[in-house]
């Protein structure tokens, strides 16, 4: 993997904002900031609830230090020592973080907080502080090369959404979801898809459904598919049935309203008030970040937080109107959001 590859360039800021923060050593368990912080995929401790790390990075180490039961994961430029099998017993773990934390110097952060990470900074007279200022320090702006990577993942999960509608017009009479969603996932060789980013959701008049649900000739049927593609996340849904005409018209005057409050600075909060003022409905997030995964900042219209948009940074839009719901994806601007990908 050469040293431009988006993943150790994504290594590299996260070294130089702990250097700026002076954190000797950051402790991860949260999914999308293990991924982006290692570069690796998969990696977890089973049982631990998400309250012990996954990944630790030291000041300095050439590479973070992952716990995994998928070492193929790893990406190529990290040492073979540092990929360690998943420890099953919450115990021996954590005595395995200790060792690898005691030689750093300075402060130890951490994306969540427990009564143990307390006790083992406190053991080794550091100060725990929370990783999320450092994270925002690090993720930043999205180089044109992740935007590049993530916008060949959204595509990817578009081709699966697009078979999985197909798969259900091959037969009007009925269906099984299982099958449309089994039409899903054989086009992820093709698009070079690594794994589903998950096993796929779908809605039939707001409630979800479960793989073996029968779809009949005149349901409307929400799917949403996603994969990961090189190490970034690609999400897509759409909306089939009969009659979809006038409410996809409707949603894409409710999607280009939405879009015009996502600009550097806005707030969640005004999102959220542009979704309501346009008529939006969710099944779920109407909003959503995206990047290695499904990434804060996580929009519920029945949310209450204030929290900033980043400029560079990619959202997925997801309304729904009059029980049709779509994705698109777009990067937030300084002024103005530009689209990451075409219309649905």
Known sequence: MSADHPARARYGRVQAAMARHGVGALLLATPHHAAFASGARRVRVGGSGGTVPWVVVAAGAPSATIF?????????????????????????????????????????ACDVWSPALVALAADLGRPLVDAAPLLADATGPRTDAELAGIARALAAARAGVRAAGAARSADRSAGILRAMLAAAAATMSTAGAGFPVGEGLAWRD???????????????????????????????????????????????????????????????????????????????????????????????????????????????????????????????????????????
Not at 70 to 91: I, K
Request: proline letters at 7%; aromatic letters at 4%.
């Open 68 to 108: 995994t039961t998928d070492p193929d994961g790893a990406p190529a430029w990290m040492s073979r020592d540092a990929v360690e099998p998943l420890r099953w017993v919450r115990d021996v773990q954590l005595a395995r973080i200790r060792a690898l934390v005691s030689p750093t110097n300075g402060a130890i």
């Open 206 to 344: 707001g409630v979800r459904l479960g793989p073996e649900a029968a779809i009949g000739a005149d349901d409307r049927v929400v799917v949403e598919w996603g994969v990961y593609v090189d190490g970034h996340a690609g999400v897509a849904g759409d909306t089939s049935g009969p009659a979809l005409d006038a409410p996809r018209r409707r949603w894409l005057e409710v999607l280009c309203a939405l879009a015009k409050s996502c600009r550097a600075g806005a707030t969640t909060a005004e999102v959220r008030a542009a979704a309501r003022a346009a008529g939006a409905g969710a099944f779920g997030l109407v909003a959503h970040g995206l990047g290695v995964g499904i990434e804060p900042p996580l929009i519920d219209l029945d949310g209450d937080d204030e929290q900033p948009l980043v400029a560079g940074s990619v959202l997925v839009l997801a309304p729904v109107v009059d029980g049709f719901r779509a994705t698109r994806a777009l990067v937030v601007g300084e002024r103005a959001h530009r689209w990451l990908e075409p219309a649905p």
